[in-house]
């Protein structure tokens, strides 16, 4: 038998920016181990330019990355291999 912090994934994830309150529920969910209690290992990274992420995990440095929806689709138009997985804060 293995501990789930055995089993856990490890997944990287790049912000768009410093931490800051968009960020919240990734920060949250870390600190109260909702990630570990679903099997993932999150290292979680600042970049010092807010438009490397997407770059980034295009190639193959990163698993995910927050970005902007505008920056996401002109990232798509030059062919960069990228999909959304979901929405952090959603508007209307």
Not at 4 to 10: F, S, T, V, W
Not at 70 to 82: A, M, N, S, T
């Amino acid at each position: 038998m293995f501990s789930q912090q055995a089993l856990a994934e490890k997944v990287t994830l790049m912000l768009d920016w410093f931490v800051n309150p968009d960020h919240g529920p990734i920060i949250v969910a870390k600190q109260q181990g909702l990630f570990k209690a679903q099997g993932l290992d999150i290292e979680i990274t600042e970049p010092a330019d807010p438009s490397t992420p997407p770059k980034l995990v295009a190639a193959g440095k990163f698993d995910l990355a927050v970005t902007y929806q505008p920056q996401l689709i002109r990232d798509v138009v030059e062919d960069l291999p990228l999909s959304r997985v979901s929405t952090l804060i959603a508007t209307r």
